[in-house]
């Protein structure tokens, strides 16, 4: 018997590609904590993720709200060179069988089996999968008793495999190329698995509809939970550009790239005191290892506000990627001036040169950064606004709303099979 039936919430079962924190190392788990938290009150849940060896663990006070959380070990790149070598066959085999590579790294055989025993023993009402990589666990159930799911599309992995085969080195073009094709066949039939499909704007649902016509794709903004208080505005000395992201997505190794080659040194020939922070997890070897002046790259932190707090302006020029980009929402809920390029704040209605400074071209975008940095009373002005626009926009109750009638429409009337 399920908890609706005795007056209560739903039976919630979450499939995650990563534990979600509070305070996780990159936006994705950060989101999705904030998203769990609030329906942990109201409805009973089961948490299945995945997780690399060196991630925290789910946060503790959100699995105390739980029913059920489990973790199952996420394969990574490899320690030797035999499990590396070993994973790259895997990863050829899949792109042989096409399944894209991303995809194959998330399959779990324990999380598969225990997936059938939660939804034999448990007896979820709706299960929902966050990213499309957990899409390929669905459906969940025998036939005769399927249980509606949800998909939540973070960000469309056909348009993103497009882009990043596009923008890939010839060396490993053909690689990209091939996994591009595979996540165009992968997605479409993930689509079709679910009785729901979640976008975060309106033109992830348009890319979406294209790959798969579904009578349940709905639009339901990424949000992301109001500080108590702003951050220092102005922010402190020397005067600091951060970019936060993590690099295991390719967007912001993009982005990345784009600070250090072009953005930055403009800016720094400008100001010559001012600094460069690269804030996140699991930065390439290149960034690393690299010698630009005023760069830093601190590779994971334990807590991203302290650098926020003291950065003058946060950017964010991402040219490739969909969804809707939680450092975005971050650095206007925190207060903080922004620039950042159309692409980095599509699905957030904000308005350039109030809420923050939009810029495309990397010239544009050093010009944007370069005077926001000589001008202390334009960034307390942009970063009063953004606080003012977050404090009307932001926050989960709308979201989890939507959310809740959504499962509503699937548990009173469930889908055709």
């Not at 035999?82 to 066959?89: D, F, I, N, T, V």
């Not at 497009?162 to 689509?191: C, Q, S, T, Y």
Request: proline content about 7%; hydrophobic content about 45%.
């Amino acid at each position: 018997m399920s908890r609706r039936d005795e007056g209560g919430g739903l039976r919630l079962l979450f499939l995650l590609p990563f534990a979600p924190r509070l305070d996780a190392p990159h936006g994705g788990g950060r989101s999705l904590a904030q998203l769990i938290e609030p329906l942990s009150r109201r409805h009973r849940l089961a948490l299945l993720c995945l997780r690399a060896p060196d991630d925290p663990p789910t946060d503790e006070a959100l699995a105390a709200r739980c029913d059920v959380v489990e973790e199952f070990v996420q394969r990574g790149v490899g320690r030797t060179g035999l499990e590396r070598w070993s994973r790259r066959a895997r990863l050829a085999g899949a792109l042989a069988s096409g399944r894209p590579m991303w995809v194959a790294d998330t399959w779990s055989d324990e999380l598969a089996r225990r997936i059938a025993e939660l939804a034999a023993s448990w007896r979820p009402d709706v299960v929902q999968a966050e990213f499309h990589v957990m899409g390929q666990y669905l459906p969940v159930g025998p036939p005769a008793r399927r249980i509606p799911a949800v998909l939540t599309e973070h960000e469309p992995g056909a348009a993103a495999g497009a882009e990043i085969a596009r923008g890939a080195r010839w060396a490993v073009r053909p690689l990209m190329v091939a996994d591009a094709f595979a996540w165009k066949r992968f997605e479409r039939r993930v689509l079709r698995s679910a009785d729901a499909v979640v976008a975060f704007s309106e033109r992830d649902r348009a890319v979406l509809g294209q790959l798969a016509r579904h009578d349940r794709l709905r639009v339901i903004p990424l949000t992301t939970s109001l500080p108590a208080e702003p951050l220092d505005a102005a922010g402190a000395d020397p005067p600091t550009i951060v970019f936060v992201g993590n690099f295991i997505h390719p967007p912001n190794i993009g982005a990345a790239r784009r600070l250090v080659d072009t953005i930055f040194p403009a800016v720094l020939a400008r100001h010559p005191d001012s600094r460069l922070e690269l804030i996140g997890d699991r930065a390439p070897a290149w960034l690393q290892a690299g010698s630009w002046p005023g760069v830093t790259v601190t590779g994971r932190v334990p807590d991203v506000t302290p650098y926020l707090d003291r950065a003058a302006v946060v950017v964010a020029p991402l040219h490739t990627g969909g969804g809707i980009r939680v450092k975005v929402l971050e650095a206007l809920a925190h207060g903080k001036a922004l620039v950042a390029s159309t692409r980095a704040v599509e699905g957030i209605a904000l308005t350039d040169g109030r809420d923050y400074l939009r810029a495309d071209g990397d010239g544009a975008f050093a010009d944007a950064v370069s005077l926001l940095l000589g001008d202390e009373r334009r960034r307390v002005e942009l970063g009063r606004a953004a606080r003012e626009w977050a404090e009307v926009n932001l926050g989960w109750g709308v979201t989890v709303a939507a959310y809740e009638a959504l499962y509503a429409e699937l548990v009173v009337a469930p889908p055709r099979r």
